[in-house]
C-alpha cells in the first residue's frame, strides 16, 4: 500500500535518525526477505559503517553507506514500514538498525512478509537494478516521455499509471486522485488520450504527490504509518479515494465506487460526470 508520497515520508522521516550516524550493527530478524545478499554479508558491510545518505526510487527506500560498504535497499511493498518508537507488534519486526552516539534503534516491520531487503555494491548497481523492473520516477520524469510511454499500451488509463515499469511510485489512491483531478474515466485506453490529457496527467501527477508529501501521506486502515507511528493525513481532504457517495468537491455529483478489469479487486473511485467515459471528453 505505501505509494510515493508514503515512502517519500519514510525516507524524510528516517534521515535524521540515520544520516552521518554510525552504525554498530544491522540485525537480520528475517533472513528469508533477503533478495541477491546473505544476512552474514550485509551485516558485515553494515558493521561499523556510517550512513552517508537516504534517498527514494519510486518505493524504494536506499541507504547509502560511506566508505563504499554499499546501499542496503528496502522495498516495503504491501505492508512494510521504519519506526523509530518501539513497534507495537515485536514479531512483525524484520531488521533492525543499531546506531551510537546517541545510542539509537531503528526498526523495519514487515506484517505480512511482502516486501524485500537487498544491497547493492555501489549506486550503479542500485539504479541498473531499478531500471530494470521501473520506468521514471512519477517527480521526475517530464511529460514528453510520460506521454511516450503510456501512449504506447492500449490498455485502460488507470492500470497503465499503476504500471511501474511505465512510470515508478504510482499505486491505487493516488492513481484515482490523479485522474479526477485530470477530469479522464479510469477505463478510457492510455493510447487515445490527446496530449492534452497527458498534460493535465502530467500537472495532477505533480501537484498530487506533492501535496501528499506535505501531509505525510495516506492512512487509509491499519497499514501505513509515519516513522513516529503517526497517521497522514492526505486522506483527509483528497478528492474521490474511500469517498464513495459523498459529493465530488467540482461538480457536487456523488461519487461511485467500481471496480475495474486488471486491478485484483482493488477499487476505483470516479466522478461520473467530471470524468466522462466517452471520447468527446469532460463537459467544461
Ligand atoms: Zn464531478
Redesign the pocket.
Known sequence: MPELPEVETMVRGLRPALVERALVRVEIRDPSMLEGVSAVKLEAQARGATVAGVFRRGKWVAITLGGSRGIIVIQPRMTGGFWLVEPDRLDHIRLVFHLERPSTIVWYCDTRRLGRIAWYADLAAAEAAFARSHGPDALAIRVEELRTRLGRTSRAIKPALMDQKIVAGIGNIYADEIL?AARLHPERPANRLKPADFSRIHTAMRAILTRAIELEGSSFDAGYRTVLALEGGFLAENSVYGRAGA???????P?VKTNIAGLLGRPTHF?????RKGARGPRS
Open positions: 479526477h459529493p465530488c468537491p467540482t461538480c457536487a455529483r461519487i466522478c461520473p460526470r467530471c470524468q
